[in-house]
């Protein structure tokens, strides 16, 4: 009963942030490395940041880079994304998901735990 469970999504307007929260229960995430995956409507789902199991490397996507950060907090069990300066592009569900070994971007079929996702919205 592995399960991984995002929150912190909603709506916000252009050049606001937000800040998800990755959890999981029946496994730690301190075993795994983390990724943020987002797709929008009739578009594939793009990597957006990853951070390794020992926290001590990040990777982001080129459309994120500098506006996102990646955390983890392994006492809490639970990985960050805050998100500022959101622009429209930035819409979409965020998944949060654990790879037992490295930290790709894609392609993210090989992740082994899903969230369900949660909703974004970048509008005025």
């Known amino acids: 009963q592995l399960r991984i469970v995002e929150s912190g999504g909603g709506l916000v307007q252009p050049g606001g942030s937000l800040r998800l929260s990755c959890a999981a229960s029946?496994?730690?995430?301190?075993?795994?490395?983390i990724g943020w995956f987002r797709q929008a409507p009739g578009k594939e789902r793009e990597g957006v940041s990853c951070?390794?199991?020992?926290?001590?490397?990040?990777v982001y996507a080129d459309s994120v880079k500098g506006r996102f950060t990646i955390s983890r907090d392994n006492a809490k069990n639970t990985v960050y994304l805050q998100m500022n300066s959101l622009k429209p592009k930035d819409t979409g569900v965020y998944y949060c998901?654990?790879?037992?070994?490295?930290?790709?971007?894609?392609?993210?079929?090989?992740?082994?735990?899903w969230g369900q996702g949660t909703q974004v919205t970048v509008s005025s």
């Open positions: 951070i390794s199991i020992s926290g001590g490397s990040t």
């Open positions: 029946g496994f730690t995430l301190d075993y795994y490395a």
């Open positions: 998901a654990a790879h037992s070994a490295w930290c790709p971007l894609n392609p993210s079929r090989q992740y082994d735990y």
